[in-house]
């Protein structure tokens, strides 16, 4: 079965700094899809980035940027330029190709953002 | 009303209550979603529609009970709870399959119902 880890709990970083939130995966599958969702207090929550694994690139949006790791199975985020309006939970999560429906996450990050 | 709508956003019920949450799609996908969102757990998939049929359910207790009238609606009937199933239940859908299965399969979520079982 696949799971998805995110080691920090909590993270924190300066208003305009940079912060970088980990996450790693287990899968034995060799296609498949990795997101970072985010939800801020009381909102829903929204998809990030996206990563296609059969890309080598790595994935970027704006002030965020993902580092994809195939072999070592990790996929973190790195935001650039923080604003307050990026505290938030931040998800990893997983959706194999052929897997159907299913999208696994792991249990979250908490930014915040200090000013 | 555009992207998915929950309701209602909070719930207070009792153990021996029967209330139902509601979920409605407008963004024409043919998957739908209930998560359940507990502090510091990763999300837990509950059940999974595709085009109005089942296709996952995560070991679910049967206290829980979904219903999925069509592919724009999902409720979820709840009776006899615990106060361990107290949470945030999000709802979400998603476009996935197709010849390639070329669709991502991002999932677009409501903002969650709020649930305390007393």
């Known amino acids: 079965a696949q799971t998805v880890t995110q080691s920090q709990p909590e993270m924190s970083v300066q208003e305009a700094e940079t912060v970088t939130l980990s996450c790693t995966y287990d899968?034995?599958?060799?296609?498949?899809?990795l997101f970072w969702y985010k939800q801020p207090p009381s909102r829903q929550m929204i998809l990030v980035i996206r990563?296609?694994?059969?890309?080598?690139q790595n994935a970027t949006e704006n002030r965020f940027s993902v580092n994809f790791q195939k072999a070592a199975k990790s996929f973190s985020l790195k935001i650039s330029d923080s604003q307050l309006g990026d505290a938030a939970m931040y998800f990893c999560?997983?959706?194999?190709?052929?897997?159907?429906?299913?999208?696994?996450f792991g249990a979250g990050t908490r930014l915040f953002v200090k000013a | 009303e555009t992207g998915v709508t929950q309701t209602p956003r909070h719930l207070v019920m009792g153990m021996t209550n029967k209330k139902s949450l509601k979920c409605e799609q407008h963004?024409?996908?043919?998957?739908m979603y209930w998560y359940k969102q507990s502090a510091k757990k990763p999300l837990e998939l509950m059940f999974v529609?595709?085009?109005?049929?089942?296709?996952e359910n995560n070991s679910v207790p049967s206290r829980f009970s979904p219903e999925c009238p069509n592919s724009s609606h999902l409720f979820l009937h709840l009776h006899t709870l615990q106060p361990e199933d107290s949470a945030l239940y999000l709802c979400?859908?998603?476009?996935?399959?197709?010849?390639?299965?070329?669709?991502?399969?991002?999932?677009?979520f409501g903002e969650g119902s709020r649930l305390t079982v007393l």
């Open positions: 999560a997983y959706r194999g190709r052929t897997g159907g429906f299913k999208t696994i």
């Open positions: 899968t034995s599958e060799s296609d498949y899809y």
């Open positions: 529609y595709n085009f109005k049929e089942q296709t």
């Open positions: 979400a859908s998603s476009q996935v399959g197709g010849l390639a299965d070329t669709n991502t399969g991002e999932l677009f």
């Open positions: 990563q296609e694994a059969y890309k080598q």
């Open positions: 963004l024409g996908h043919n998957a």
